[in-house]
């Protein structure tokens, strides 16, 4: 076959591209930094011939063209997979929606439940044998493409090339159009700032429980990245990396020669996720690396997957946590945050592994609007607020006033651990809200 030659057939430009939309279609973007830039603009172009667009997108690392005008959700609404601070700006404007999903679903929700009339993503230029490479995101990719009536890839020259299994790629014979794009550096996500002193702690307290050899997965956020920057300045060995999203924090173990992925069961040697961002570094270090390899989702995320994987350790963040254990990360109230994601399938995951752990850590208080100090941790969780991880999944959850375990303990055991790792300001009055919802009895060990 001749790709060039076909390549050629369907190369075409965005504005001639986006006329395969139509009113009360739906439209993929694909998933963060591979969101389409060219055709985005060339569709937002069309906004006055259009109405009831619907665009799924998750994890958006930049305002999409066809959100910015005043009346653009006249004419589209931007349906989220999980959000980002730009998606949060996109839902306060109401033109905006979450999707609610476990992320190892995702993959079968294409298969199953959705349509999808128009695809569009950016990908790395085509290869010899006809294939563009996904880049940074194999996750749902796939299937949503199988799905579409129509196929329209934007070639960045700047988007990295990455190993994956089969569902990392798509060939130009399964391509309706081809548009070459402006080549945009691929957008970054800040690695964030210096980790604060409870960052710190809560480090101090997961590192030592993480054995040689352990399998990691690591969530975002400062404390995710403060154990991996603790991790990298370890004397743990031959760690592996089975996880969702690939952050700057894994480049930073692997270079300090960390990771060898030689005790893993499966994929031996090969660091696996399902998506990646981060900075200028991570993108050099995953371009044409053998030892990175994107996957789809459903096999990244698959608690019985997970399960088979020897010393999984996921570490995760929350937003806040009530006393019976129920863990938060993703709303304040009804307000939602970002989503449920990859969390809970990595907490089941990691407890089914032989000698696996799951850690949820988060601060013992914030800082409110008017100043005053907040306890995370609280008798229930308020109204309206999502519960990510239910109580019976929960394992070690961590603050900077310690670590404790939750599996196998009744209603009072696990009040009175988590009431230990509170800050001690609010210890009293979060035991005198236990008793008055009777799960409280002091034991001999406080």
């Known amino acids: 076959m001749d790709y060039q030659k076909l390549y050629e057939e369907k190369l075409t430009t965005a504005d001639e591209a986006v006329k395969a939309v139509k009113s009360g279609d739906w439209v993929d973007y694909g998933w963060c930094t591979n969101h389409p830039v060219a055709l985005d603009k060339a569709l937002a172009a069309r906004k006055d011939e259009l109405v009831d667009v619907k665009v799924r997108g998750g994890v958006t690392m930049w305002m999409p063209e066809i959100a910015v005008a005043e009346d653009a959700g006249e004419h589209f609404s931007w349906n989220v997979w999980h959000m980002s601070g730009v998606d949060r700006k996109i839902v306060a404007k109401g033109m905006g929606y979450f999707n609610p999903m476990r992320y190892s679903e995702l993959p079968r929700f294409y298969r199953e439940n959705l349509s999808v009339d128009v695809a569009m993503l950016q990908v790395s230029p085509m290869d010899a044998h006809g294939n563009f490479n ?89 404390m995710p990245n403060t154990i991996g920057a603790m991790i990298a300045q370890s004397d743990l060995k031959d760690l592996g990396v089975h996880t969702e999203m690939y952050v700057d924090a894994f480049v930073d173990i692997s270079k300090a020669g960390k990771i ?72 304040a109230g009804t307000k939602h945050i970002s989503g449920t994601g990859g969390q809970l399938d990595f907490v089941m995951g990691a407890y089914l592994s032989n000698g696996g ?80 919802m009777g799960i409280w009895r002091r034991s001999n060990r406080i």
């Open 260 to 331: 060898t992925g030689q005790r893993k069961k499966l994929d031996k040697g090969r660091q696996v996720y399902a998506f990646a961002a981060g900075t200028q570094k991570l993108y050099d270090f995953v371009d044409r690396n053998p030892d990175v390899m994107a996957a789809p989702v459903d096999y990244t995320n698959d608690v019985r997957v997970l399960a088979q994987l020897d010393n999984f350790v996921s570490i995760n963040n929350a937003i806040d946590l009530d006393l019976f254990g129920q863990v938060n990360a993703e709303s």
């Open 357 to 436: 752990k799951s850690f949820i850590c988060l601060s013992s208080t914030v800082t409110g609007k008017d100043g005053s100090l907040k306890s995370r941790i609280v008798p229930t969780l308020t109204q309206g607020t999502i519960v990510t991880d239910p109580r019976s999944t929960i394992h070690y959850l961590v603050t900077e006033y310690g670590m404790v375990n939750l599996k196998g303990t009744s209603t009072w055991e696990r009040a009175e651990k988590i009431i230990s790792i509170a800050h001690p300001d609010f210890r009293e009055d979060l035991i005198a809200q236990a008793e008055k």
């Open 134 to 222: 996904y880049g940074l995101a194999a996750s749902h990719l796939a299937d949503m493409l199988a799905r579409a009536k129509v196929v329209i890839v934007e070639v960045n020259k700047n988007m990295p090339w990455v190993y994956g299994l089969n569902g990392s790629e798509i060939n130009i014979k399964d391509v309706d159009f081809v548009v070459e794009g402006e080549d945009p550096p691929v957008a970054q996500l800040g690695a964030g700032g210096a980790p604060t002193e409870v960052d710190q702690a809560v480090a101090n307290l997961i590192v030592p429980e993480i054995p040689n050899g352990a399998c990691l997965q690591l969530g975002i956020g400062g």
